[in-house]
C-alpha cells in the first residue's frame, strides 16, 4: 500500500473487508474493484411519522439509493422503524435502513433489533460533549475506555445477534472532551475517536463495520480519512469499509463543489466504498450527485478482459513515495512571477477564447461590470485575475486589475505589453527568441512517463518570467498531474503553477464535479498558484445547443442542472468562473465569499432549513470570509458547526440558540426574530459591513 492507498498514480480501489447490510453487499474484499460503490441519503422527516418517512423513502429509493438512513433520537423513535420497515416492506420495497443514533445507546440497541445498520457516533454514544477543557491523566483515559466498553459492548452483542452492520461515524465538530483534550481538535483525534470504538469491536469478534471521518472542511476530512487507512492498517494489516461524506455542505453549486472536492479527493485514490452527499435540499435531490461522483470511477475500476493486451486502466507509471506530507496542509513553495505564485492566493483565469468576437459586456460574466454612465468598471470579489482570449486582441479599455494571456503570434501584434502576456506549449518556449521579460505562461502535459513530461524543462526550470500551466489528457489525470509536481519538489523547481482542468462531460452538473474532483484534490495538496477551467470544443457547442429541459446548458436561456435552476449563471464562462472560486473557497485556498455550513436536515429538525438557510444567505451573502453554520437541532450544533464564527441552532419548537463560535450567546431566541438577531449579533461584533 502506497501510504494510505493501493496506488498514487492509477486509480485502484483500497481492499477493504466485505459487510453485509441486509441484502446488500459493501466493501472490495478481492483488492480490485469488488463491490459497486453504493450510494444513499437521509430522510428529514419525523420518524414518528410513519407515513411521511415510508413515503420520502420510497422517492429517495426510486431515486436509486441504495440505503436510506433515519434518525432515532428516542426510544420511541427506535421503535417506530419497525412500523417504517414494515409498511416498507408491505409496498415491496426491501432497501436496508440504517438507524442514525446520537446520545441514546438505550435507542440503539432497540434499533438493531429491527434495522439492517445502526450509525453510532462515538464522540457522543456515551460521551456528552461540554467544550470544556479536561486533563486527562493516563489511569483517567484507561478508566474512561472501560466506561465505553462496558456500555458499548451491549449493542455489539446484539448487532452479532440480529446480524446487524454498524457504522462508526466520527464528526469533527462532536469529538469528545476526552479525546480534545489529548489529541485536540485534529484529523488524529477523528481517528482515535474511531479507533477506540473498532479496537472494542474487534475484541469482541464483530466485524460487519463501515466507519466515516466527516467534517464540513474537506481538508480535515480527507486527512482524516487517510490517517485512518494508514492508522488500520498499520495496527490491524487490513481496512474496514469507508462511508464517504462531507457533513454540513450546504446546498447549489456550493454544496456540490464542497462535497466533490472532499469525496472526489478521496476516491481518486481509490478510497471509499459508499458515499453520501449531505445537502440543504431534499435528500433525494441528493442521489443524482452521488451517481455522477461515481460513475467516473464504474469504467476505470473494470477489470482487463481476458486476452486483453493493452488498456488506459493499468499503471501508467511507477508508484512513488510523495516528497510531501499527505496528512497535513502545507502549500508547495514557489517564487513569485507578479502576482502569481509565493504568498499570493491562487489566481483565476477565465478562458474566453471560444467566444468569436470578445466585448466588455462579456467581462461581466467573469466579474467586471462596466457603467457606461461613470465610465467606470465594477469589480466583484469573484472577478477572474486574467483571461485567455487565444488569438483576440481585445479593442476596449481593460479594467485595471484585468490581464490577457494571448498566443504569442497575439501577443506581439499587443500595443500594451503590461497588459497582455504570452502562452506558449513547452517546446515553442524552448525554441523561440521572442519572450517577455515579465510574464511568460508555459503549458506543459503531464504524460503517462514522467520523464517524457520534462523533455524540455532545461529551458524552463525556474525561470524568472515563467509561470508553468499543467494539465494532462491521461485516463488518470489528477494522479498524472500530481506526479508531476512531485517530481517538481523533488528537483528543486519553484516556478509557479497553473492547474489547467478541461471537461468533456455534458450536463452542468457533471462539469462541476469533474472541475472540483481533479482540480480540488491538487489544492488540497498544497498544489496549485491558480486555476483554469474550461471545455472541450465539443462539449462546449453541445451546451449551447442542447435544449434546457434536457438538464443541461442553453445559452439563449441560462442554465438548468437536473430540475434545478442555476439563475446566477447566465452564461458557460459565468459558470466555470463561479466554479473555479468555489473551489479555491472550498479548499480554503481563496476566500471570496461567504460560507454557510449547513447540515442537511433530518427529522430531529426543529425548523424549516431551507427557507431559513436561503433567507440567512439572502440577508449576509456579501460578508466576505465568514464562516456561518445554520443547524437544525443541537445533534448537529453546536458541535457539528466546526469551526464556524457564528451559528444559528434549532433548540426546540419554535426556538433558535445564537452562537458565537461555540460560546452561546442568546437562548430560546423566537424563530420569526431570529434571523434579525442574528444579524444584531454581528453588528455586536464587528463582523457586519453594510451591503
Known amino acids: 500500500m502506497q501510504s494510505y492507498c493501493e496506488s498514487l498514480t492509477e486509480y485502484q480501489r483500497l481492499k477493504t473487508r466485505e459487510v453485509k447490510i441486509g441484502d446488500l453487499l459493501l466493501g472490495n474484499p478481492d483488492g480490485y474493484q469488488g463491490h459497486p460503490i453504493r450510494v444513499q441519503t437521509m430522510t428529514t422527516t419525523d420518524t414518528m411519522d410513519t407515513i411521511a418517512t415510508v413515503e420520502q423513502s420510497i422517492?429517495?429509493?426510486?431515486?436509486?439509493?441504495?440505503?436510506?438512513?433515519?434518525?432515532?433520537?428516542?426510544k420511541n423513535d427506535a421503535e417506530n422503524l419497525l412500523q417504517i420497515k414494515n409498511e416498507l416492506r408491505k409496498r415491496g420495497y426491501h432497501t436496508p435502513l440504517v438507524?442514525?443514533?446520537?446520545?441514546?445507546?438505550?435507542?440503539?440497541e432497540i434499533a438493531a433489533r429491527i434495522v439492517e445498520k445502526v450509525r453510532v457516533n462515538p464522540g457522543n454514544y456515551v460521551d456528552k460533549k461540554k467544550f470544556?477543557?479536561?486533563?486527562?491523566?493516563?489511569?483517567?483515559?484507561?478508566?474512561?475506555?472501560?466506561?465505553?466498553?462496558?456500555?458499548?459492548?451491549?449493542?455489539?452483542?446484539i448487532c452479532k445477534e440480529y446480524g446487524t452492520a454498524m457504522r462508526i461515524g466520527t464528526n469533527h465538530g462532536s469529538l469528545s472532551d476526552r479525546i480534545m483534550s489529548r489529541y485536540g481538535d485534529t484529523?488524529?483525534?477523528?481517528?482515535?475517536?474511531?479507533?477506540?470504538?473498532?479496537r472494542i469491536a474487534r475484541n469482541e469478534s464483530y466485524h460487519n463495520i463501515v466507519l466515516s471521518m466527516k467534517s464540513s472542511n474537506p481538508q480535515v476530512m480527507v486527512h482524516?480519512?487517510?490517517?485512518?487507512?494508514?492508522?488500520?492498517?498499520?495496527?490491524?494489516?487490513?481496512?474496514?469499509?469507508l462511508h464517504l461524506g462531507v457533513t454540513e455542505a450546504g446546498d447549489g453549486e456550493d454544496g456540490r463543489i464542497k462535497s466533490a472536492v472532499g469525496i472526489g479527493t478521496l476516491l481518486e485514490d481509490g478510497l471509499g466504498d459508499t458515499i453520501r452527499v449531505s445537502l440543504t435540499e431534499d435528500p433525494e435531490l441528493e442521489i443524482p450527485v452521488c451517481k455522477d461522483l461515481v460513475k467516473r470511477y464504474e469504467?476505470?475500476?473494470?477489470?482487463?478482459?481476458?486476452?486483453?493486451?493493452?488498456?488506459?486502466?493499468?499503471?501508467?507509471?511507477?508508484?512513488?513515495?510523495?516528497?510531501?506530507?499527505?496528512?497535513?496542509?502545507?502549500?508547495?513553495?514557489?517564487?513569485?512571477?507578479?502576482?502569481?505564485?509565493?504568498?499570493?492566493?491562487?489566481?483565476?483565469?477565465?478562458?474566453?477564447?471560444?467566444i468569436k468576437k470578445i466585448t466588455y459586456q462579456h467581462l461581466q460574466s467573469v466579474g467586471y461590470a462596466y457603467d457606461e454612465t461613470s465610465d467606470k468598471w465594477n469589480i466583484s470579489d469573484a472577478a477572474a485575475d486574467y483571461v485567455f482570449t487565444a488569438n483576440q486582441i481585445l479593442d476596449f479599455a481593460l479594467p485595471g486589475t484585468l490581464k490577457v494571456i494571448v498566443y504569442p503570434e497575439a501577443w506581439t501584434r499587443a500595443k500594451d505589453k503590461t497588459k497582455y502576456h504570452p502562452i506558449f506549449q513547452d517546446s515553442g518556449y524552448a525554441d523561440t527568441q521572442i519572450k517577455s521579460d515579465q510574464i511568460n505562461f508555459v503549458m506543459v502535459d503531464c504524460f503517462s512517463d514522467a520523464a517524457d513530461s520534462f523533455a524540455y524543462f532545461d529551458q524552463i526550470a525556474n525561470d524568472p518570467t515563467v509561470v508553468i500551466c499543467l494539465s494532462s489528457t491521461n485516463k488518470n489525470a489528477m494522479q498524472s498531474v500530481r506526479r508531476m509536481y512531485?517530481?517538481?519538489?523533488?528537483?528543486?523547481?519553484?516556478?509557479?503553477?497553473?492547474?489547467?482542468?478541461?471537461?468533456?462531460?455534458?450536463?452542468?452538473?457533471?462539469?462541476?464535479?469533474?472541475?472540483?474532483?481533479?482540480?480540488?484534490?491538487?489544492?488540497?495538496?498544497?498544489m496549485g498558484d491558480g486555476i483554469c477551467l474550461g471545455m472541450t470544443s465539443e462539449s462546449y457547442k453541445m451546451q449551447g445547443t442542447r435544449d434546457k429541459a434536457q438538464g443541461t446548458w442553453n445559452t439563449e436561456q441560462g442554465t438548468s442542472v437536473s430540475g434545478r435552476?442555476?439563475?446566477?449563471?447566465?452564461?458557460?464562462?459565468?459558470f466555470i468562473n463561479n466554479t473555479s472560486f468555489g473551489i479555491l473557497q472550498a479548499t480554503r485556498t481563496r476566500i471570496s465569499k461567504t460560507e454557510y455550513i449547513s447540515c442537511p436536515s433530518c427529522g430531529r429538525t426543529l425548523f424549516d432549513l431551507q427557507e431559513t438557510t436561503a433567507k440567512i444567505r439572502s440577508r449576509t451573502n456579501h460578508l466576505k470570509g465568514l464562516k456561518i453554520a445554520i443547524m437544525g437541532c443541537i445533534v448537529n450544533g453546536p458541535g457539528e458547526m466546526a469551526d464556524a464564527d457564528f451559528g444559528y441552532v434549532g433548540s426546540g419548537p419554535g426556538k433558535i440558540t445564537l452562537y458565537k463560535g461555540k460560546e452561546i450567546i442568546k437562548r430560546n431566541v423566537n424563530s420569526e426574530v431570529a434571523v434579525d438577531e442574528l444579524i444584531n449579533l454581528l453588528k455586536e461584533n464587528e463582523a457586519w459591513v453594510e451591503p
Not at 470544556?132 to 452483542?157: C, S, V
Not at 501508467?316 to 506530507?325: A, I, L, V
Open 486 to 526: 512531485a517530481e517538481l519538489i523533488a528537483r528543486g523547481i519553484k516556478n509557479p503553477m497553473i492547474n489547467i482542468t478541461d471537461s468533456n462531460w455534458q450536463t452542468a452538473d457533471e462539469h462541476l464535479i469533474h472541475f472540483a474532483t481533479e482540480t480540488g484534490a491538487l489544492f488540497l495538496e498544497g
Open 132 to 157: 470544556q477543557l479536561i486533563e486527562y491523566t493516563d489511569a483517567d483515559y484507561a478508566e474512561e475506555i472501560d466506561r465505553i466498553r462496558d456500555r458499548f459492548t451491549p449493542l455489539l452483542k
Open 99 to 108: 438507524a442514525d443514533i446520537h446520545f441514546t445507546p438505550n435507542a440503539a
Open 565 to 574: 435552476t442555476y439563475a446566477d449563471n447566465l452564461t458557460i464562462e459565468q
Open 299 to 354: 469504467v476505470r475500476g473494470q477489470k482487463l478482459e481476458a486476452g486483453s493486451q493493452t488498456s488506459d486502466l493499468r499503471p501508467q507509471t511507477s508508484d512513488f513515495s510523495p516528497p510531501y506530507d499527505p496528512f497535513n496542509y502545507q502549500r508547495r513553495e514557489s517564487f513569485e512571477v507578479g502576482n502569481i505564485g509565493a504568498k499570493h492566493v491562487p489566481v483565476v483565469i477565465a478562458d474566453l477564447s471560444k
Open 224 to 241: 482524516a480519512y487517510r490517517l485512518l487507512v494508514k492508522t488500520m492498517f498499520d495496527e490491524f494489516g487490513e481496512c474496514y469499509p
Open 187 to 198: 484529523p488524529m483525534g477523528m481517528v482515535e475517536s474511531a479507533m477506540e470504538f473498532l
Open 59 to 74: 422517492r429517495c429509493i426510486e431515486a436509486g439509493s441504495e440505503l436510506v438512513r433515519i434518525t432515532a433520537p428516542s
